[in-house]
C-alpha cells in the first residue's frame, strides 16, 4: 500500500500516493493533527481527549475517543493506519512524511551543518526548511495551533531562527570568493602554519617571492584553510589584469562581489573616493582579502591596504608579492623553493622531498603509468635538484614527460642548478620558460604570444580575433589553445569557457610578442565589437547574460580603451567608453565612469559629436556631486545641444532631459519625457516614466506619480529589463503603503529584493536601510515577531559597520516599536542611546536623524502624560525638520502635534493636523498605526463630517502654509 503523507503548513492536506483523504470536522483533524506530530509514537488518550475536547469533554471520553479513533481508519482507508498500544493511540507515518517534522528535522540538520563548517549543506538544509513552511516566517500555522497551540508557538520562533540563520549563511557565502584548486596541494606545510598564526595575531601578511615560486597557490590555499574563522567570507583579489593605480579599488569591489552605492537612483548620485566606498562596504565584515601580484602597483596598493586596515578593524590582508608592501604592521612570510632530496636519495627519501611529490603528481597528469622507482628515482632528483625546486618550472617540466624521460629532462637542466640566490632561480625559470617555448610549434607560438597581450584572459573567439592575419587557420585556434594547457603554458578556468596565462608566462610571452601594438589594436577591434553588441542587451531580457559577459572582459575592456586612448583614437575611445556607461550605472562603478568617461574625452582632435556631447553629459553626472558654476553652465549647453539631436540613438536621448532634471528646470525636463514617453521604445520610456515619477513625488503630486510608476513599470516588464523593475518597484511599495494596501507592499519589495539580489551584494549600510523599511512595514501589518527579528539582524548589522547614523536611526525605529508594543522603558533607553550618537550623525543629514528622534521622544513623554516635555520634543523636532529642508520628515513631527493635541482634548485641532501630516507628505497615509489610532479617537469624538472639515482643513493648504501651520501649532 501507498505511504500516508500529511500536510500541515498551509492548510491539512491527507495522501495517499496520487489519492487525497478528506478529513471532514475539526474534532476529527485534531486527533489527526496530534497524531501526526507524535512522529510515530504513542499519545496517551488523555492528551488526545484534553486537545480534541479541551473546555467540555463528552460524558463517555474513552468511548467517544474510540469512536473517534475508528472514522479516522475509515478515513484514511486501512484499520492498520491507527493503532492501540500500551501507551496509547498509534499512528503509523513516517517522519518524513509529515511536513511538519521535517521542517524540524531539516532546521536542526542545517544548524549542525554551519556548526560543522559546512555551509552550503547548511543553506541547502535551511533553504528547503523554508520552502516547506508555506506562511511568511513568524506567522502562526492555523493547521497546528488549533490542535497544538504550544507547539504552534515553538514553530513560529523556529521559523524566524531558521530564516535569520539561512540570511547569515548566505551573506556568508555571497563571499566566498576563493578558487577551487584544480590539483592537489603539495608541500609547504610549515608556511601554511607560519600563515595562520601571524594572521591570528597581526592583520596584513604578505607572501613574497620570485615569481614561479608558488605565493598565489599557497596564498589561496592557506585561506582556504582559515576561511571559517572569517564570519563575512575570504575573497581572491587577482591583481593580474589590473595595470593602473586607479583600478585598483574597482578590483577589490568585483573580487568580493559588492557593488558600489544605490544602484537603483535614476539621479546622480554623490561621488565617493575609492578608499571611502571600500571602507563603507567592508567597514563592518569580518573578512581575509587575499590580495595577490601586487609587485606592479606595489606602491599603490600598500596605501589602499594600509587605508583598508586602518579604517576597517575586522579586515585582515593575506598579500603576494615579489617585494614587500613596506607598511606598518606588516609580517613577511619569505617563500624559498620546495623541499629537495639530498643529491644520493633513495627512492623512499626522495618520495618525502616536496619538490618531487610535486613533479610525481603533475607527472602522472600527463603519463598516468609514470611512477617513482629505482629506475626513475636518480633522473627524477637530478631534475627537480637543477630546478632548485620552483613549482612552476617542476609542472613545467613534468608537462614534457609525453615525450622525453627523467635522465633527459636531467641532462638539459643539470647545468642550471647548484645557486641558492633568487637571481640565479629567476635565471632558472626563463630558462625553463624559454625551453618550454622552442618546443612548441609555429602555432603554438604564435597563439600563446599573442593572446598574452589580453590581460584578462581569452576565450576561444578573442583568441581567434588577435590572431588574424598570423598564419594560423581560425578554425584550428581552439585546438591549439587546447594544446597550451596541455603543456601547463595556459590555464582552463574552472567552471568556465576562458583561458589565463600566469602572470610569469604572459610576461615572457608579451616580450616575444612581434609588433605588439598591431596585436593590441586587434584585441581591441574585438572587445569594442563585442561591447557593442553587449550593450543594448544590458537594457533587455539578456541584462543578466550582457553583464556577465562584460564582467568577464572587463579588464580587456579596459586595456582596449587605454589602447584608444594612447593611440589617439578620440573616436573610438569615445564610443567605447559610452557602450560601458549603462554598465557601470548598472554596478555603480562612478569613479571608473569619472576616470575613463575623463580619459576619453581628454584625446586630443577631432570633431564636435553627438557621441561625445552624450560622453560629456554622462561624465558631468557622474561628479556631479562636485560641480561648479561652470560645470553646471556646460550641462546647460549640453542639454540643448543634445534635445535638439534627433539623430542620437535612442537610448541617448534621455540625456538631454536627465541634464534638465538635475539643474531643476522640471518643467522643460518634463516635457521631453512625455515625448520620449510616447515613442515605440519601451526603454527609454519606461526611463522617461521613472523620472516623471520622481519628479511628481519631489512636488507632492501622487497621483500624477502613480500613473507614472505604473507606466514605467510596464514598460520596464515589456522591455524586459529587470534593473527598470527594481528602481520602479520600491516607489510603488510606498504608494501602495499609503492606500494601506500592505499585502501589495509586501509583494513589491520582495520582487524589488529579488531583482536587485541580481546585481551583486550591497553593503551593511544598504542593507541597514533595507531593514528599517521592512521594519515599518512589519509594524503596519502587526507583525510583531518579525519585526522584532529583523530589527535584531538590523542591529547586528549596524553594530558590524560601525556607522553612529545607522546606529541613531535603528535606535529610534526600535524605540517607536518599544512604544507600539508598550515597553516604555525600553524606548526610554534606546532614545536616550540614539542622543548620545546624534553628534557623530552627520550624514543623511544630522538635522533629519534629531527631527526622527525627537518626534519618537514626543510619543514617548505623551505615553508618561508628559504634555511639556513633549511639546518640548516636538518643538526641537520642528527645527530640525525645516533645518533638513525636508517636507515628508515635518510630517512625522504633525503626526506627533496631531497627537499632542489631541492629549490636551482638543480634537479639532488634531484632526487639522492630521491632515497638514497629509500635504506635507503628499498623500494620505491609511496604513500608520499612529495616524490611524489619533484619526480613529477624534472621529469618535467630532462625528465624521466635522472629523472630515478639519481633516480637509489642512489637506487644502498650500505646503508652505502647512509648514507654518504646524509651527504655530507648538508655539
Known amino acids: 500500500m501507498d505511504r500516508l503523507r500529511i500536510t500541515l503548513f498551509g492548510g491539512l492536506r491527507v495522501s495517499r500516493g496520487d489519492t487525497d483523504r478528506t478529513v471532514a470536522g475539526s474534532r476529527l483533524k485534531t486527533l489527526l493533527v496530534r497524531l501526526a506530530l507524535a512522529a510515530g509514537h504513542p499519545v496517551a488518550p488523555g492528551t488526545l481527549i484534553g486537545a ?9 471520553p474513552a468511548h467517544a475517543l474510540q469512536a473517534l479513533v475508528s472514522r479516522l481508519r475509515r478515513t484514511l482507508g486501512a484499520a492498520g493506519d491507527v493503532t492501540r498500544t500500551d501507551g496509547g493511540y498509534r499512528l503509523a507515518v513516517d517522519p518524513a512524511d509529515v511536513d511538519v517534522l521535517r521542517f524540524e528535522r531539516l532546521a536542526a540538520a542545517g544548524r549542525r551543518r554551519w556548526h560543522a563548517g559546512d555551509p552550503r549543506g547548511a543553506a541547502a538544509a535551511l533553504g528547503e526548511a523554508l520552502r516547506l513552511w508555506s506562511e511568511r516566517p513568524g506567522s502562526e500555522p492555523d493547521t497546528v495551533a488549533m490542535a497544538a497551540p504550544a507547539v504552534a508557538t515553538r514553530l513560529t520562533q523556529l521559523s524566524l531562527e531558521v530564516a535569520a540563520d539561512l540570511a547569515e549563511i548566505e551573506r556568508a557565502l555571497d563571499g566566498e570568493g576563493l578558487p577551487v584548486p584544480m590539483t592537489s596541494f603539495v608541500g609547504r606545510d610549515d608556511d601554511l602554519d607560519r600563515i595562520g598564526r601571524l594572521l591570528s595575531t597581526g592583520r596584513l601578511v604578505t607572501v613574497v617571492g620570485p615569481g614561479g615560486a608558488g605565493k598565489t597557490r599557497l596564498a589561496v590555499e592557506a585561506a582556504h584553510r582559515l576561511r571559517q574563522g572569517y564570519r563575512d567570507g575570504a575573497w581572491l583579489v587577482d591583481l593580474t589584469s589590473t595595470t593602473e593605480p586607479v583600478k585598483l579599488g574597482t578590483a577589490v569591489l568585483a573580487a568580493i562581489g559588492l557593488r558600489g552605492p544605490a544602484v537603483f537612483e535614476a539621479r546622480p548620485r554623490a561621488a565617493t573616493g575609492d578608499l571611502d566606498l571600500l571602507v563603507e562596504r567592508l567597514g563592518g565584515r569580518e573578512s581575509l582579502l587575499v590580495v595577490d601580484n601586487c609587485e606592479h602597483l606595489v606602491d ?165 580575433a588577435v590572431c588574424a592575419g598570423a598564419g594560423v587557420p581560425p578554425a584550428e585556434v581552439p585546438q591549439v589553445l587546447a594544446s597550451l594547457v596541455d603543456r601547463s ?29 598591431a596585436v593590441r589594436d586587434l584585441a581591441a577591434d574585438y572587445v569594442t565589437g563585442l561591447m557593442d553588441r553587449c550593450d543594448p542587451r544590458l537594457r533587455g531580457p539578456g541584462q543578466l547574460a550582457a553583464m556577465r559577459v562584460i564582467t568577464a572582459e572587463y579588464d580587456n575592456a579596459l586595456a582596449a580603451l587605454r589602447r584608444r586612448c594612447d593611440t589617439g583614437d578620440r573616436a573610438g575611445a569615445v564610443r567605447l567608453a559610452l557602450r560601458l556607461c549603462w554598465y557601470w550605472h548598472l554596478l555603480g562603478r562612478d569613479q571608473d565612469a569619472t576616470y575613463w568617461l575623463g580619459a576619453a574625452l581628454a584625446v586630443p582632435g577631432g570633431e564636435p559629436t553627438p557621441e561625445r556631447a552624450c560622453a560629456e553629459a554622462m561624465h558631468l553626472l557622474h561628479r556631479a556631486a562636485t560641480s561648479d558654476a561652470a560645470d553646471r553652465a556646460r550641462m546647460r549647453e ?334
Open 52 to 60: 480534541i475536547w479541551p473546555e467540555t469533554p463528552p460524558g463517555d
Open 300 to 464: 599603490a596598493v600598500a596605501a589602499l591596504v594600509e587605508g583598508l586596515l586602518t579604517r576597517c578593524p575586522r579586515v585582515r590582508v593575506l598579500a603576494t608579492s615579489r617585494e614587500p608592501l613596506a607598511i606598518g604592521g606588516e609580517a613577511l612570510v619569505p617563500l624559498g623553493p620546495l623541499g629537495l632530496p639530498d643529491p644520493g636519495a633513495d627512492v623512499d627519501e626522495a618520495r618525502r622531498a616536496a619538490a618531487v611529490r610535486l613533479f610525481l603528481e603533475r607527472a602522472v597528469a600527463v603519463r598516468p603509468e609514470f611512477a617513482l622507482d629505482r629506475k626513475t628515482a636518480p633522473g627524477i632528483v637530478r631534475v627537480v635538484r637543477s630546478l632548485d625546486g620552483l613549482p612552476l618550472a617542476l609542472e613545467l617540466a613534468a608537462a614534457r614527460l609525453r615525450t622525453v624521460s627523467p635522465d633527459e629532462l636531467a641532462d638539459r637542466w643539470d647545468p642550471l642548478g647548484g645557486d641558492d640566490d633568487g637571481p640565479a632561480r629567476h635565471r632558472t625559470l626563463r630558462a625553463v620558460i624559454e625551453w618550454s617555448w622552442q618546443l612548441l610549434s609555429d602555432d603554438e607560438r604564435t597563439v600563446a604570444e599573442r593572446i598574452a597581450v589580453l590581460p584578462g584572459g581569452v576565450t576561444a573567439a578573442s583568441a581567434t
Open 489 to 517: 603554458l595556459v590555464q582552463l578556468v574552472s567552471g568556465s569557457d576562458r583561458y589565463r596565462m600566469l602572470e610569469t608566462i604572459r610576461e615572457y610571452a608579451v616580450g616575444r610578442t612581434a609588433d605588439p601594438g
Open 638 to 971: 549640453l542639454a540643448d545641444l543634445l534635445v535638439a539631436s534627433p539623430e542620437l540613438p535612442s537610448p541617448f536621448r534621455v540625456f538631454g532631459p536627465v541634464l534638465l532634471a538635475f539643474l531643476d528646470e522640471d518643467a522643460a525636463a518634463l516635457a521631453i519625457f512625455e515625448h520620449l514617453a510616447g515613442g515605440g521604445d519601451p526603454w527609454p520610456a519606461g526611463l522617461a516614466r521613472l523620472f516623471q515619477a520622481q519628479i511628481a513625488e519631489n512636488v507632492g503630486d501622487l497621483d500624477r506619480m502613480r500613473a507614472a510608476v505604473d507606466a514605467a513599470l510596464a514598460c520596464f516588464r515589456r522591455a524586459g529589463d529587470r534593473w527598470g523593475q527594481a528602481a520602479a518597484l520600491p516607489m510603488r511599495a510606498q504608494l501602495r503603503q499609503y492606500d494601506g494596501d500592505l499585502d501589495g507592499v509586501l509583494a513589491d519589495l520582495r520582487d524589488a529584493r529579488k531583482l536587485a539580489a541580481e546585481f551583486g551584494t550591497v553593503g551593511l549600510g544598504d542593507q541597514v536601510y533595507s531593514d528599517l523599511r521592512w521594519i515599518d512595514l512589519h509594524v503596519r501589518r502587526g507583525e510583531a515577531g518579525l519585526a522584532a527579528a529583523t530589527i535584531e539582524a538590523a542591529r547586528d548589522r549596524a553594530a558590524r559597520a560601525a556607522s553612529a547614523e545607522m546606529l541613531v536611526l535603528l535606535d529610534t525605529r526600535e524605540a517607536e516599536f518599544r512604544l507600539w508594543s508598550g515597553d516604555l522603558d525600553r524606548a526610554r533607553e534606546l532614545l536616550d542611546d540614539a542622543d548620545r550618537g546624534l553628534p557623530a550623525a552627520t550624514g543623511l543629514s544630522g538635522n533629519h536623524a534629531r527631527t526622527l528622534v525627537g518626534s519618537v521622544r514626543a510619543s514617548l513623554r505623551l505615553e508618561q502624560g508628559d504634555l511639556r516635555g513633549a511639546e518640548e520634543a516636538l518643538r526641537e523636532a520642528y527645527a530640525a525638520g525645516v533645518a533638513a529642508r525636508d517636507l515628508p520628515i515635518l510630517a512625522v513631527v504633525a503626526i506627533g502635534g496631531a497627537g499632542l493635541a489631541q492629549a490636551r482634548g482638543r480634537q479639532h485641532e488634531a484632526a487639522v493636523l492630521l491632515g497638514v501630516a497629509a500635504r506635507l507628505r503628499g498623500a494620505h497615509d491609511r496604513s500608520d498605526p499612529r495616524g490611524v489610532a489619533i484619526a480613529a479617537r477624534a472621529r469618535a469624538a467630532l462625528g465624521e463630517d466635522d472629523f472630515g472639515t478639519a481633516y480637509a482643513k489642512g489637506w487644502n493648504l498650500s505646503a508652505q502654509n502647512a509648514v507654518t501651520r504646524l509651527r504655530t501649532s507648538h508655539t
